[in-house]
Each structure stands twice: as C-alpha cells, then as structure tokens.
C-alpha cells in the first residue's frame, strides 16, 4: 500500500534535501491537514529493501528484545488536566521557562515498574525528581514563566510499542493548577542492534528516511509519520510491507521535476493505514533498517535510549 501527502508547491536542492534527511531538521509544513490516501504498487527498489528488512527483523532476537522492552510512542509530559489557563502559561511551556519555589523530594526507590494491561512488566531505573525537573528545561529567562512548587511520585498511561502502560511519573504541582503536570519517571529501554545495516546516508534511488513517528490511532489500524520531499515534486509517499512480525515503511518522493530549486526541505504528515492492527509488530523503516521512533523530527526520540 502506498499512501501520500497532499501536494505543496515549493522548489528544493537536492543538496538540501540529503542534508536534512541525513541529520533529521527541516521546514515543518505549516498547518496539519489529512493527507490524501491512494494505494498502488510498490517501487521494485524499495519493496526488495522492504522485503530485506522484514526477512533480518522478523524471528530475530532484536525484534525479541523489543517486545520485550519499553519504547513510549508518546510525549513524555501530560499537562494539567484542561491545559494551560492562558496563553502566557503555554508560551512559558514550550519555551521551557520553568522556576522552582518549592522543594523536590527525594526518589524513593531506585527502579520503577512499567505495567501492560496484560500483566507483562518491566523494571528499569527510576530518575530522579531533579532530573525530570530538569528534562523539562528549568530555564529561567525573562519573559512568562511557570513555577514549580512541589511534586510527587505517581503514575501516568501512555502508549508505547507494545500498546498502552502504566509507568511511574514524577507529578509537578504548578502554581495556579489544581492538577500536576505529569512527566515519565523512567529512561526508555536500550535499543538492540539491529540485524540489517542502513542503506548509507542521503536516498538510496527513490527510497528515502522517515522522519518519525508523529501519532498512533487508537485502533492501530493506522500510524502518522514525518516524510521529507521539496517542490519540485508532487510530495512525499509511504510504501508499506506487512508481515506477521513487522509492518516496514518505505518513503520517496513522486513527480520530481528538473530545474533551479531553493534551498528548502519540507516535512510532512503522512496517515499510513494498515491491513490489520499494528499490535505487536515492529514499526521499521526500511532506510534505516530500524524501528521508526517516535516524537519531533528534532532532537533525539523520547523513544529512543
């Protein structure tokens, strides 16, 4: 099945291009919008890659590894219940102005429980109050800003790879909240090697990195990822391979056109939809050969050790 964005005009390099897929950053399309879905056949390239990459993974100990282990697909912050109150209050967020005027306990215990509805678990290392305080930004400046004045060690449920879980949180009382601000009290597992190597840097023919993991629906039925493409093209698409034990993404470009192209790359939403249900299988992108991780296409994953 192959899926594609909807269509945005604007001339790129090559040159630029390679330079973000290789080090991740681009220009995020502005506004979201629900990309339009076609299905074809897939690219012979990428679908031999595909194949490649589903055969390494598939039985493999890494695909064992990462059932087994805990890789959150989701942010690692919940806000107050309702948000922020103002406008203020959510610009202070995102641009990480935190003070703290109260104290922070200290960690009760040196691992924390991760718990799927199943019954399966995992223990791993419980961090700090202060470096999730930390994590947050805790950057002082001028301008609004958002006071800590306490917090507590709790719970949260987010998804992660093998669905949702409950996980230990640090819950930060705001000032001015009622509820906390939740963030995820534990580092994600370690990533296991992979089986195959990545293609090499830059597109490999038409065969092009995911940028990440943008959302997961509820069903499972369908994932959001980050594709790059330019304007001198008709956007980016997803090829999509299912086996019983992994679901491979391929991404390209389709309708490149010669000529002079500024300096740009553009990231967009892609909305893949599956045959079945995600569940268990392993979510990889046939570039890198790895899993695809979620969060920003800027920075290092939340999911990612």
């Not at 304007?231 to 991404?251: I, N, R």
Request: glycine content about 12%.
């Amino acid at each position: 099945m192959r899926t594609k964005a909807a269509r945005q005009v604007r001339p790129f390099t090559l040159l630029a291009v390679l330079a973000v897929v290789a080090v991740g950053c681009g220009n995020e399309k502005a506004g979201n919008h629900d990309p339009e879905v076609r299905s074809s056949g897939s690219d012979a390239g990428s679908g031999t890659r595909a194949r490649a990459v589903a055969d390494a993974w598939d039985g493999s100990r890494a695909a064992e590894l990462w059932r087994t282990g805990y890789y959150p697909m989701a942010d690692a912050v919940q806000l107050p219940e309702g948000g922020f109150h103002s406008a203020a209050d959510k610009r202070a967020y995102e641009t990480q102005h935190f003070v703290l005027s109260g104290a922070l306990p200290a960690t009760p215990h040196d691992t924390g429980q991760v718990t799927w509805p199943s019954g399966k678990s995992v223990v791993l290392p419980l961090l700090s109050a202060q470096k999730a305080y930390t994590s947050l930004g805790g950057n002082s400046g001028d301008g609004p800003h958002l006071a800590v004045t306490g917090a507590r060690l709790g719970e949260m449920t987010l998804v992660t790879s093998r669905g949702p879980a409950t996980v230990p949180a640090w819950l930060f009382t705001l000032e001015g909240y009622d509820t906390p601000l939740r963030r995820v009290a534990i580092s994600p597992s370690r990533l296991p090697r992979p089986p195959i190597t990545p293609v090499g840097r830059g597109p490999s023919g038409e065969l092009w990195q995911i940028g990440r993991l943008a959302e997961m629906s509820g069903d499972g039925r369908s994932v959001k990822v980050k594709a790059s493409h330019g304007a001198c093209d008709d956007g980016p698409v997803v090829d999509v391979l299912e086996t019983e034990g992994s679901v491979v993404l391929s991404a390209s470009i389709v309708g490149e056109k010669d000529g002079p192209c500024t300096s740009q790359a553009i990231l967009e939403t892609v909305t893949v939809k599956l045959a079945r249900k995600l569940g268990n299988r392993v979510l990889l992108d046939a570039f890198t050969g790895r899993p695809v991780p979620y969060g920003p296409p800027y920075g290092k994953s939340p999911s990612w050790s």
